[in-house]
Nanobody
Framework: QVQLVESGGGLVQPGGSLRLSCAAS????????MGWYRQAPGQERELVARINSGGGIDYADSVKGRFTISRDNALNTVYLQMNSLKPEDTAIYYCNGYIYQDIKTWDAYWGQGTRVTVSS
């Protein structure tokens, strides 16, 4: 089995910064891609940012220029540096990973979520 464990959420004032971390552990053969999604109350889960094994990165338009995703392949960990936070960034942030457990078997895994609240 594979587990994704997030950390780093919390309460921050508008304009502030937070850094989220997500570590993948367990039976891991290869990590293809990891990323962050978020879900605000009453809204659907949406992609925030993702990074693949080759270093390719996608960002949601709403976070471009403010958020930076990075990855430590040796630690199977992905980070999300969030700057210039806005109240509309308030949501539960979920880590996602596309991970091979062996040479043939892969699946999409999710973390338990970490809450980010941007409020004065």
């Amino acid at each position: 089995q594979v587990q994704l464990v997030e950390s780093g959420g919390g309460l921050v004032q508008p304009g502030g910064s937070l850094r989220l971390s997500c570590a993948a552990s367990g039976s891991i053969f290869r990590v293809v891609a990891m990323g962050w999604y978020r879900q605000a109350p009453g809204q659907e889960r949406e992609l925030v940012a993702r990074i693949n094994s080759g270093g390719g990165i996608d960002y949601a338009d709403s976070v471009k220029g403010r958020f930076t995703i990075s990855r430590d392949n040796a630690l199977n960990t992905v980070y999300l540096q969030m700057n210039s936070l806005k109240p509309e960034d308030t949501a539960i942030y979920y880590c996602n990973g596309y991970i091979y457990q062996d040479i043939k078997t892969w699946d999409a895994y999710w973390g338990q979520g970490t809450r980010v609240t941007v409020s004065s």
